[in-house]
């Protein structure tokens, strides 16, 4: 059974940081492509940051310089690490597994981050 499971939202004031993780279980989790997903009130699910299974990291523009995702293939872990923090972050952030060549594609239930003073 596929488990992804997010942990590290929380409420913070805007400039501050937190640290998100998505624990995997139930997959070959060195072989999958990790992504961080959010999805603001009203809004469409939308792509934050992908990581694949070598390493290589991608971003939105929008949280260049300000995220970094990161994998620990010895933890089924993937990171995301959220500094200068804004309002519009607000969001459920989704944890994502793919492993395109096996047409397999998993979440997590989500973890809320709320951006306010």
């Known amino acids: 059974q596929v488990q992804l499971v997010e942990s590290g939202g929380g409420l913070v004031q805007p400039g501050g940081s937190l640290r998100l993780s998505c624990a995997a279980s139930g997959i070959m989790f060195s072989r999958y492509f990790m992504r961080w997903y959010r999805q603001a009130p009203g809004e469409q699910r939308k792509l934050v940051a992908s990581?694949?299974?070598?390493?290589?990291?991608n971003y939105v523009d929008s949280v260049k310089g300000r995220f970094t995702i990161s994998r620990d293939n010895a933890k089924n872990t993937v990171y995301l690490q959220m500094n200068s923090l804004k309002p519009e972050d607000t969001a459920v952030y989704y944890c994502?597994?793919?492993?395109?060549?096996?047409?397999?594609?998993?979440w997590g239930k989500g973890t809320l981050v709320t951006v306010s003073s």
């Open positions: 990581i694949t299974n070598g390493g290589g990291t």
């Open positions: 994502n597994a793919v492993y395109e060549g096996l047409g397999q594609n998993h």
